[in-house]
C-alpha cells in the first residue's frame, strides 16, 4: 500500500516550453502534497506544498507563475513549469499524506521522481 | 524553521561492518519528527527509520537504529552488518508538527566495500 506514482518518470522539452508532471496516490487520498526539486548530488528542496481544493503555497524563492500548481482531486497533483528553460533541468519529486494519517504522524509517501531536462 | 547538518559528503565501509550517520538539527519547535531517507541512484526516496521528539527509546528498523539525544539535537543513523545493497545517498530531515514540512539534509553518499 500507500503508492505514490509520477509521469512521465523523465522527460525533455525545448526551451520556451512548457511541461507538466503528474503525482499521483494509487491506494490512498491525499489532501496535501508536496513537491521537491533536487540538483545532482545535492538535498532536496521543498517548492510547495499543494492542498486539495485551495492554491498552493510555495516556499520563499520559489516563482508561483513559473511552477503552476493544481491538486484537482485527492488523488491527482500536478505541476507545470511553464517557459521552461535549461536551469530548470532538474529532478522533481513529489510526495503525498494519506488523509487517513499514517503509522507516524508525519509520514509521507514519495513518488520516484521525474528528471527533467530542458535543451 | 528547521535546520538539518550532515557533516560527512561521503564515507566508505567494509561489508558486514556498521557504519554511522551523523545528523544534528535545529529547530525551535517542541514536537517534531526525525526521518532517515535512503536515496538509491534510482533516485527513489526509501523511508528507512523514524524518530518522535517525544520518543524515550531509540527507534530501531532491522539493520537501522537511530541514537536520538535530545539535549544534544542529534538524530545519527547506525547501519549495523552493512551490505553492497546499502550503498547509496542517506538524508536526515525533519518535520514540525504543525505543517509536516520536511527538511532535508545535505546527505551523505555510503560506498559499501566487498
Known amino acids: 500500500g500507500a503508492v505514490v506514482s509520477q509521469h512521465p518518470s523523465w522527460v525533455i522539452c525545448k526551451s520556451g516550453t512548457s511541461v507538466k508532471i503528474e503525482c499521483r496516490s494509487l491506494d490512498f487520498q491525499a489532501t496535501t502534497m508536496f513537491w521537491y526539486r533536487q540538483f545532482p548530488k545535492q538535498s532536496l528542496m521543498l517548492m510547495a506544498t499543494s492542498n486539495e481544493g485551495s492554491k498552493a503555497t510555495y516556499e520563499q524563492g520559489v516563482e508561483k507563475d513559473k511552477f503552476l500548481i493544481n491538486h484537482a482531486s485527492l488523488t491527482l497533483s500536478t505541476l507545470t513549469v511553464t517557459s521552461a528553460h535549461p536551469e530548470d533541468s532538474s529532478f522533481y519529486i513529489c510526495s503525498a499524506r494519506d488523509i487517513e494519517g499514517g503509522e507516524y504522524i508525519y509520514e509521507q509517501y514519495f513518488g520516484p521522481g521525474t528528471r527533467l531536462t530542458v535543451t | 524553521a528547521q535546520k538539518i547538518t550532515q557533516t560527512q559528503p561521503g564515507m566508505f565501509v567494509q561489508e558486514k561492518e556498521a557504519v554511522t550517520l551523523d545528523c544534528t538539527y535545529d529547530?525551535?519547535?517542541?514536537?517534531?519528527?526525525l526521518f532517515w531517507y535512503k536515496q538509491p541512484s534510482s533516485g527513489e526516496m526509501i523511508f528507512l527509520i523514524y524518530?518522535?521528539?517525544?520518543?524515550?527509546q531509540n527507534a530501531t528498523e532491522g539493520r537501522y537504529s537511530l541514537n536520538f539525544q535530545k539535549a544534544r539535537k542529534s538524530a545519527n543513523l547506525v547501519i549495523s552488518a552493512s551490505q553492497l545493497g546499502d550503498s547509496a545517498m542517506y538524508f536526515c530531515a525533519t518535520a514540525p508538527s504543525n505543517d509536516y514540512k520536511l527538511s532535508f539534509g545535505a546527505g551523505t553518499t555510503v560506498t559499501v566495500r566487498a
Open positions: 529547530t525551535s519547535d517542541q514536537s517534531y519528527g
Open positions: 524518530q518522535g521528539s517525544y520518543d524515550e
